[in-house]
């Protein structure tokens, strides 16, 4: 499985169920995957629909498998047109303790963002912590420059390349254009 594949599913599984499919039910408002974009570098952008919200949302996501332990796991950022989240989810319901997750790029500290979701679902563990629109637009713009990022919590510290991310951003600009428009029609 792709590490955009992964990523995907990894945060889909916590946000609705079967969400296995490239595209939606032909219902609008069925939980799924609407669209996904070309992988770029190890970042995948999705538009799809939760569980827990009638409106569509956005993701840039990577993810990966360590081997020695088994844990597979995602991270990213969330967007939709009211909020934005940086989420990290695992099968290792220990990698996901704390009471925030710190952000830096290039060893520099973006931001320390305390949880405000807590997720568990068909083997996955997530945690989400809503940013103010200045803290996403902050990251967003980071991410399209900087070299590595990281995602720290209490027990574990995701790390991925940030080449690719200023296409994946691109692409999530453009998702967020589709969801506006999604979201009216809804």
Do not use: H
């Amino acid at each position: 499985m792709s590490r955009a594949i992964l990523a995907i599913v990894a945060f889909a599984v916590l946000s609705a169920p079967a969400l296995a499919q490239q595209r939606a039910a032909t219902n609008p408002g069925t939980p799924g995957i609407l669209r996904e974009w070309p992988l770029s570098g190890v970042w995948g952008t999705a538009l799809f629909r939760t569980r827990d919200t009638p409106d569509v949302i956005c993701a840039v996501m990577t993810a990966n498998r360590d081997p020695s332990r088994g844990d597979q796991y995602a991270w990213g950022i969330r967007q939709d047109r009211q909020d934005a989240a940086v989420v990290v989810t695992n099968t290792n319901s220990n990698a996901v303790v704390g009471p925030s997750i710190e952000v830096e790029i290039d060893g520099a500290p973006v931001g320390t963002y305390s949880i405000t979701q807590r997720m568990s679902r068909g083997g996955w563990y997530g945690i989400r912590a809503q940013l103010s629109s200045q803290q996403a637009q902050r990251l967003v713009s980071m991410f399209r420059k900087g070299g590595v990022i990281k995602y720290i919590t209490q027990n574990s510290t995701y790390s991925a390349s940030l080449a690719g991310a200023p296409q994946a951003v691109a692409n999530l600009n453009t998702c967020l254009a589709e969801s506006t428009q999604l979201n009216r029609r809804g």
